[in-house]
């Protein structure tokens, strides 16, 4: 079975230029999160969505992030304009419904110059 | 103070030695209990759950300890194979899962 699938896994850009960071959750998970990871505040929740609901959005730094979630099987987030203090890896993780477990993508490399 | 605190290491330890983690949490309220994997610029991945009672899974043995907000993580017998960094989790409600910041383990031959 494939797994979480994240695209692109690479991305580097220009400060100020939209970015575009994409999912695919394992077939049949109904739940999506989206996570940033860095080194300094280690992995924190963006977003949360139940069968393609955003559920929790809290945890979004600001308006300059922006999530989607059209059908059961692709997610976007998309931060407009990107800032250097925005790069980070940012991992998507799928569950399957009644399941704690969390499956996490290979996680996307964000590089902001 | 963070939701959940992790003594971030490194632990820098022989093969065959026995290492302990902790984890904190401040939420109470919080209903289960994991510990993540996550090897070095990969995704993190569930290594085992936490139940109150405790619980083995081979040579990795998880403790919760409700009444002093902690979990805890013990390996025997490390193998250079363990070489990660080690995520507590703590899921305060529903879906809202809290991960520390982790504690980085090296296992030296």
């Known amino acids: 079975d494939a797994g979480v699938i994240q695209s692109p896994r690479h991305e580097v850009t220009e400060m100020g230029q939209e970015v575009t960071l994409r999912c695919k959750p394992i077939?049949?998970?109904?739940?999506l999160f989206w996570y940033r990871q860095t080194m300094m505040r280690g992995l924190e929740l963006l977003i949360y969505f139940n069968n393609n609901v955003p559920i929790d959005d809290s945890g979004m730094p600001e308006d300059r992030f922006s999530a989607k979630m059209p059908n059961a099987s692709f997610s976007t987030l998309k931060i407009q304009p990107s800032e250097p203090r925005d790069s980070a890896v940012y991992f998507c993780?799928?569950?399957?419904?009644?399941?704690?477990?969390?499956?996490f993508g290979p996680g996307t490399r964000l590089l902001v110059l | 103070r963070k939701e959940v605190e992790q003594d971030p290491g490194p632990f820098n330890v022989p093969e065959g030695a026995t290492v302990a983690f902790n984890c904190t949490y401040s939420n109470s309220a919080s209903q289960s209990f994991f510990w993540y994997r996550q090897d070095c610029r990969k995704e993190p991945k569930l290594l085992m759950s936490?139940?109150?009672s405790g619980n083995e899974d081979g040579r990795f043995t998880a403790q919760l300890n409700r009444a002093s907000q902690y979990i805890s993580l013990l390996i025997r017998d490390s193998k250079l194979s363990d070489s990660a960094t080690y995520l507590c989790?703590?899921?305060?409600?529903?879906?809202?899962?809290?991960f520390g910041a982790g504690t980085r383990l090296t296992v030296k031959p």
């Open positions: 989790v703590v899921n305060g409600g529903g879906s809202d899962m809290r």
């Open positions: 936490v139940y109150s």
């Open positions: 077939s049949g998970h109904d739940y």
């Open positions: 993780a799928s569950s399957f419904p009644g399941q704690e477990t969390q499956y």
